[in-house]
DNA sequence: GTATTATTGCAACATAGTCGCAATAGTATT
DNA sequence: AATACTATTGCGACTATGTTGCAATAATAC
């Protein structure tokens, strides 16, 4: 299954570049009306797969797709934390990782850590 | 709003109390036929509300719910890690907690934290 | 230019969880 | 023990998110 480089693909890539933080599908069609609900999330499943973006799954289950900026192609790894606004609904990547120590016998395969609360902007005095 | 103990609850929670992991909605139905599927979740969410279980949300956007064995009445924090096995797909709650630091003018609400991998039984030799 | 097959759009489907409403059943008061 | 109050339940319908099968289209290699 060889990869093609398609207008669907760059879009989605380009949006996905453009924005600091993690987003979610509907953040995608909010500004692309001319690609399919379905190629959508096949594109970002694809993403995923490939190593080109993460995915975050926030508190209501619903999936947000970011770039993967800090992660070597050597070694992938997502364990870092993202936060979620309960605000703005805005989801970040948390630079620094998080040690996992895990039980004896015990192998980890992949790391979703979300925090909930308010960022600076939406956080109370 | 008063909280009422009634049949449906009670045995909710003890099926949850029987459970060392944390559980789904689906084994909930599994063991019990007589309770609609809306009642189980609203009693789900109520424990959650009452601080008698959390949740915890999967790799596919499922819910899991455990009883907070650990938690201080006082004190209610989540912060610990979850594991789910790939294979098996149980769920556990894993005791050590987690330090996370945020950000300037961050405030934490929550945290979902969850560890995709193999259990001892389950993970290849 | 042609053949191959990855990609797309469409529609239908699957699943998890929620909600409104009327009926039922805890709880407190008398 | 009967009554009133209202939390809870069951039912059905609904919502939302994500997936899949299939035929048509288009990227790539030759």
């Given at each position: 299954m060889n990869r093609r480089k398609t207008p669907s693909k760059e879009k989605i890539l380009a949006i996905l570049k453009s924005q600091g933080d993690a987003i979610s599908h509907e953040t995608i069609t909010n500004q692309i009306t001319d690609i399919n609900r379905a190629t959508i999330y096949r594109i970002l499943n694809q993403f995923c797969e490939d190593g080109i973006a993460h995915r975050i799954i926030a508190e209501n289950g619903k999936q947000f797709f970011a770039l993967c900026?800090?992660?070597?192609v050597e070694e992938h790894h997502h364990n870092h934390l993202h936060f979620q606004c309960n605000t703005c609904e805005k989801v970040e990547c948390f630079e620094s990782e998080i040690n996992i120590s895990l039980p004896e016998g015990y192998a980890i395969e992949n790391f979703n850590g979300l925090i909930n609360g308010y960022c600076n902007t939406c956080a109370p005095a």
């Open positions: 900026k800090t992660c070597e």
